[in-house]
């Protein structure tokens, strides 16, 4: 057991301190690329700035007689790219159990330590995982002479992840978030669909029979796979002051369906999605970022009852301490998101204005009202 006076100190002689928080940057759309396909790769510089993050993938997607050609192909990215200030770099290295993941870390940090944001671990299984990792990146960044650490992101793709899922949020410091792996998590507890994320039209409830005429109409809704999966990594993350994220959506062509899942992840507190194809980028950027109307309704709550009012009625409806601190999440991300996105600044600021010129008085509630 380790000491909590010890959990903030370097793991290794001359590594960086810890990080106490976990930076707070957008990461609405996690584009993945293939550093060994020259085609994308050639691709990478024009996408700075137009993406949170861009993530130079060495496992899955990348052949085993390809992964050394993309570690070295991401290493070359890495050096020649201006990635500014808005645009982090990621990286997936191979699974830890993997002959690839000792020289994927290895080669990443002390090559490219200084412009590497975050690792993103896949098949995370529990916190020993995290622990391993935590020590080599410690005795890899002294080596390398950083002055930051670099952050960690674990995928949850199996059962055991699943289980283990707080112990692996609070293993370290370096924690930055996690993501669903919908495919692999899948197979491994043997659900029968195919798909890499998203619903399944069998998983279903149907409308009783009415009048018991059992061979009469009766509608069904399809449901969501993967509802209990994201809210337990939710609960988790924010647990650790970490941030969750939806994972593929691997239907390139249903961009519908890829954003109807992008925007059940956003209801359910993810920051952000993984984008496998630059259509799924401006979806995921438009889903995970708070519609106009609702940035307007926030700011309306939150000035209604900035002088400390318990309860106030505002457009027929009732709004009172609960409500207050859900509109300032909603705020907070709005604003942060404003200040690396000029778009969004933009409406954000013109839906203000129109807050302040058009408000309608709100009243204080009633204790009928309150309940």
Same mark, same amino acid.
């Given at each position: 057991?380790?000491?909590?006076?010890?959990? &903030?100190? /370097?793991?290794?002689?001359g590594a960086p301190a810890p990080v106490t928080q976990v930076p707070a940057r957008p990461s609405?759309?996690?584009?993945?690329?293939?550093?060994?396909?020259?085609?994308?790769?050639?691709?990478?510089?024009?996408?700075?700035?137009?993406?949170?993050? @861009?993530?130079?993938? @060495?496992?899955?997607?990348?052949?085993?007689?390809?992964?050394?050609?993309?570690?070295?192909?991401?290493?070359?990215i890495a050096r020649a790219t201006d990635f500014g200030e808005h645009t982090q770099l990621w990286?997936?290295?191979?699974?830890?159990?993997?002959?690839?993941?000792?020289?994927?870390?290895?080669?990443?940090?002390?090559?490219?330590?200084?412009?590497?944001?975050?690792?993103?671990?896949?098949?995370?299984?529990?916190?020993?995982?995290?622990?391993?990792?935590?020590?080599?990146?410690?005795?890899?960044?002294?080596?390398?002479?950083?002055?930051?650490?670099?952050?960690?992101?674990?995928?949850?793709?199996?059962?055991?992840?699943?289980?283990?899922?707080?112990?692996?949020?609070?293993?370290?410091?370096?924690?930055?978030?996690?993501? @669903?792996?919908?495919?692999?998590?899948?197979?491994?507890?043997?659900?029968?669909?195919?798909?890499?994320?998203?619903?399944?039209?069998? &998983?279903?409830?149907?409308?009783? /029979?009415?009048?018991?005429?059992?061979?009469?109409?009766?509608?069904?809704?399809?449901?969501?796979?993967?509802? &209990?999966?994201?809210?337990?990594?939710?609960?988790?993350?924010?647990?650790?002051?970490?941030?969750?994220? &939806?994972?593929?959506?691997?239907?390139?062509?249903?961009?519908?369906?890829?954003?109807?899942?992008?925007?059940?992840?956003?209801?359910?507190?993810?920051?952000?999605?993984?984008?496998?194809?630059?259509?799924?980028?401006?979806?995921?950027?438009?889903?995970?970022?708070?519609?106009?109307?609702?940035?307007?309704?926030?700011?309306?709550?939150?000035?209604?009852?900035?002088?400390?009012?318990?309860?106030?009625?505002?457009?027929?409806?009732?709004?009172?301490?609960?409500?207050?601190?859900?509109? @300032?999440?909603?705020?907070?991300?709005?604003?942060?998101?404003?200040?690396?996105? /000029?778009?969004?600044?933009?409406?954000?600021?013109?839906?203000?204005?129109?807050?302040?010129?058009?408000?309608?008085?709100?009243?204080?509630?009633?204790?009928?009202?309150?309940?």
């Amino acid at each position: 057991m380790r000491s909590a006076k010890d959990f &903030y100190r /370097p793991l290794a002689v001359g590594a960086p301190a810890p990080v106490t928080q976990v930076p707070a940057r957008p990461s609405r759309v996690i584009h993945f690329f293939d550093p060994s396909n020259e085609k994308m790769a050639a691709k990478v510089p024009a996408m700075v700035g137009a993406v949170d993050v @861009l993530l130079g993938n @060495l496992e899955d997607a990348v052949r085993a007689d390809r992964k050394e050609a993309a570690r070295d192909g991401l290493v070359a990215i890495a050096r020649a790219t201006d990635f500014g200030e808005h645009t982090q770099l990621w990286a997936r290295v191979n699974a830890l159990d993997s002959p690839w993941a000792l020289d994927d870390l290895t080669t990443l940090v002390t090559e490219i330590g200084d412009r590497l944001d975050v690792v993103m671990v896949p098949k995370v299984q529990g916190p020993e995982d995290i622990h391993y990792v935590d020590r080599l990146l410690a005795q890899l960044e002294a080596k390398a002479g950083l002055t930051r650490p670099i952050l960690v992101h674990a995928i949850l793709e199996t059962a055991r992840g699943m289980v283990n899922v707080e112990e692996i949020c609070g293993a370290s410091p370096r924690m930055q978030g996690l993501s @669903l792996g919908p495919a692999d998590l899948a197979a491994d507890r043997r659900m029968k669909t195919t798909r890499v994320g998203g619903g399944h039209p069998g &998983y279903l409830v149907r409308r009783d /029979p009415v009048g018991g005429d059992i061979d009469g109409e009766r509608p069904t809704y399809q449901q969501d796979l993967w509802h &209990y999966t994201v809210a337990r990594m939710v609960d988790a993350c924010v647990m650790h002051g970490l941030y969750p994220y &939806y994972g593929p959506f691997g239907d390139i062509a249903d961009v519908v369906a890829c954003e109807d899942q992008f925007r059940n992840a956003f209801l359910l507190g993810c920051v952000g999605a993984w984008s496998l194809h630059p259509v799924q980028i401006e979806i995921a950027k438009r889903v995970f970022s708070p519609s106009v109307d609702d940035v307007a309704h926030a700011r309306r709550v939150v000035a209604a009852m900035s002088d400390g009012a318990a309860a106030v009625m505002l457009d027929g409806k009732m709004e009172d301490d609960a409500s207050l601190k859900q509109c @300032l999440v909603i705020v907070e991300l709005a604003e942060r998101l404003a200040r690396t996105d /000029p778009a969004l600044a933009e409406l954000y600021a013109d839906d203000a204005a129109r807050c302040d010129d058009a408000a309608p008085a709100a009243s204080a509630a009633t204790p009928a009202q309150k309940g």
